[in-house]
């Protein structure tokens, strides 16, 4: 079974930054491709930005390219998101998913695993 925990979530300003950490185990996260979501209140879970297995291929949401970065540090299995210029929009639930076919997907429903989500506020 792979386990995911986020952390890092929290309130944030207009303009400024977070980073967010998925923590992984029970598994090879080295075999993973993950991706970070989100779900605003009263909306559907969208995707935000995902990573293959590696690391050599990234892809962003067009509402977060430029200001979000995915990555990853394999050795401690653990991914991570860095949010920057936030806007208020951006206040939602994250969660960190792995797909363990490795395919840096957007689709939500190709993810195997996913943590509990935190909590992102960006004060209005």
């Known amino acids: 079974q792979v386990q995911l925990v986020e952390f890092g979530g929290g309130l944030g300003q207009t303009g400024g930054s977070l980073r967010l950490s998925c923590a992984a185990s029970g598994g090879t996260f080295s075999s993973y491709a993950l991706g970070w979501f989100r779900q605003a209140p009263g909306k559907e879970r969208e995707f935000v930005a995902t990573i293959s297995r590696n690391g050599l291929f990234t892809y962003y949401a067009n509402s977060v390219k430029g200001r979000f970065t995915i990555s990853r540090d394999n050795a401690k299995s653990t991914g991570y998101l860095q949010m920057n210029s936030l806007k208020p929009e951006d206040t939602a639930v994250y969660s960190c998913?792995?797909?363990?076919?490795?395919?840096?997907?957007?689709?939500?429903?190709?993810?195997?695993?996913w943590g509990q989500g935190t909590q992102v506020t960006v004060s209005s």
């Open positions: 998913a792995t797909d363990t076919r490795g395919a840096p997907v957007t689709d939500p429903n190709e993810y195997d695993f």
